[in-house]
């Protein structure tokens, strides 16, 4: 399975902008989706996570101004961001995780680089 994330960009503060995450397989399924995001020299943070069962978690500063969702017809993944700040550039990666145990597998996007401008 591939990823595909696209829509990042240049934005005003205050702006919104809508992230993409395509998986190739027509026949996806998956424990959980989540965007991550990261800037130079720091960890890759945990943004947003969906389960297979549509359950959603938001990390404090983006509650409220973030929404995660998943078509599971065109198998795409989405992060709807509104109320962007300069705090929120960061490059923007999104993952899946299947399986269990010793089959449990990870997926990565490559990544799509958020700006926003004061």
């Known amino acids: 399975v591939q990823l595909q994330a696209s829509g990042g960009g240049l934005v005003q503060a205050g702006g919104s902008l809508t992230l993409s995450c395509a998986a190739s397989e027509s026949s996806f399924v998956f424990n959980d989706m989540d965007w991550y995001r990261q800037t130079p020299g720091k960890e890759r943070e945990l943004v947003a996570s969906?389960?297979?069962?549509?359950?959603?978690t938001y990390e404090d500063s983006v509650k409220g101004r973030f929404t995660i969702s998943y078509d599971d017809v065109s198998k795409t993944l989405y992060l709807r961001m509104s109320s962007l700040a300069p705090s929120d550039t960061a490059m923007y990666y999104c993952?899946?995780?299947?399986?269990?145990?010793?089959?449990?597998?990870?997926?990565w996007g490559q990544g799509t680089l958020v700006t926003v401008s004061s």
């Open positions: 969906i389960s297979s069962g549509g359950t959603t």
């Open positions: 993952h899946a995780d299947r399986g269990f145990g010793r089959a449990l597998r990870n997926y």
